[in-house]
C-alpha cells in the first residue's frame, strides 16, 4: 500500500508532466466506484480550472487550482499514468483530468482511493484533511514534540507513530524501519521514551522517509511510480520482511540474534531483540 515517500514520488513525477498555469481541458469519470463515489459536480467545477502547483498532504495529491483543490489518495492500489494518444484504457481506470494535449488517468483495481474535491477556502474543514496531524519532514515534528504528545500514553511506540493524529504519512513498512534504527522495540509503553531516544527516533523517521523518497518508494507488490516504473527502496529496508534472517547490525557487532515478527494492532511487525531495548 503506498505511503507517505510513494505519495511523495507520484506526486513528484505528476508536476514534472503538468506545470503551474496548464488550464482543465477536459474530466472524464470513467468508473465512479471508489472508497466513495467520484462527486458528479467535479466535472463542471474543474474545467477551466488552472493549476497554481501541486502538493502533498499526508498521503494525499493536492491539485491546487485557482478556485478548487482536487484529493486524490491512492487507496491500496490507486496509480497515476500519463495517457498517450496510442494508449487503450485499461481495466480498472477511474478518472482522467486533461490540461490541453495532457492526459492523466487514474487506475485503482481494489478502489480504496479517494478523487473528491473542495473549494479552496473550505479545504481545512474537508473530511479527508480536517484530522491530519503534523508532517513528519516538517521541523515541528521533533524530540519536544513527540515527548508532549507521548506523555503519559499507554499507546505501544510504533502504535503511536503510526497514528496520523500524532504524526501523519509514517506506514507500517516505516515504522519498524525507524524503530530499527533509533534500537527502540516496537512494543515499548510510548509514555516511556526517554527524551534521548524520541531525539533518535525523530532523526530515524526523518532519513527513513527521506531515503525512500530519493529512491522512488517501495514497491512489495503494486506500487508504480507516474512513469510506471517500480520504486527502488525495497533493496534497502534493513529489518522489514526479514523474519528469520540475522540481524545486519548484531552480525557486525559480531553477535548472532534473528529477526522476530508479531502482530501489532494487526499489522506485520519487525524488530531485533537484542540490539533494539
Ligand atoms: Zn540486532
Redesign the pocket.
Known amino acids: 500500500m503506498p505511503e507517505l515517500p510513494e505519495v511523495e514520488a507520484v506526486t513528484v513525477g505528476l508536476s514534472k508532466i503538468i506545470s503551474a498555469g496548464a488550464k482543465v481541458t477536459a474530466i472524464e469519470v470513467l468508473s465512479p466506484k471508489l472508497r466513495t463515489l467520484i462527486p458528479p459536480k467535479i466535472k463542471k467545477d474543474l474545467i477551466g480550472q488552472k493549476l497554481v502547483s501541486l502538493r502533498r498532504r499526508a498521503k494525499y495529491i493536492l491539485f491546487e487550482f485557482t478556485d478548487y483543490t482536487l484529493i486524490s489518495h491512492l487507496g491500496m492500489t490507486g496509480s497515476w499514468r500519463h495517457f498517450n494518444s496510442q494508449d487503450e484504457c485499461r481495466l480498472h481506470d477511474h478518472f482522467s483530468i486533461s490540461f490541453d494535449n495532457i492526459k492523466m488517468i487514474y487506475n485503482d483495481p481494489r478502489r480504496f482511493g479517494v478523487i473528491d474535491y473542495a473549494k479552496n477556502d473550505l479545504l481545512q474543514k474537508n473530511k479527508w484533511l480536517e484530522h491530519l496531524g503534523v508532517e513528519p519532514l516538517d521541523k515541528a515534528f521533533n524530540s519536544d514534540y513527540l515527548i508532549a504528545k507521548a506523555k503519559g500514553k499507554k499507546t505501544k511506540i510504533k502504535s503511536f507513530i503510526m497514528d496520523q493524529r500524532n504524526v501523519v504519512g509514517v506506514g507500517n513498512i516505516y515504522a519498524s524501519e525507524a524503530l530499527y534504527l533509533a534500537q527502540i522495540k516496537p512494543k515499548r509503553m510510548a509514555g516511556r521514551v526517554s527524551a534521548a531516544e524520541w531525539e533518535l527516533l525523530a532523526q530515524a523517521i526523518k532519513s527513513t522517509l527521506n531515503k525512500s523518497i530519493a529512491s522512488g518508494g517501495t514497491t512489495l507488490k503494486d506500487y508504480r511510480q507516474v512513469s510506471g516504473e517500480k520504486g527502488g527502496f525495497q533493496s534497502q529496508l534493513l529489518i522489514y520482511g526479514r523474519v528469520g534472517e540475522v540481524?545486519?547490525?548484531?552480525?557486525e557487532n559480531k553477535?548472532k540474534?534473528s529477526?522476530r515478527m508479531a502482530q501489532i494492532v494487526g499489522r506485520s511487525t519487525y524488530w531485533?531483540?537484542?540490539?533494539?531495548k
Do not use: K, M, P
Not at 531485533?272 to 533494539?276: F, G, I
Open positions: 540481524c545486519r547490525r548484531c552480525a553477535i540474534s529477526v531485533c531483540n537484542h540490539c533494539q
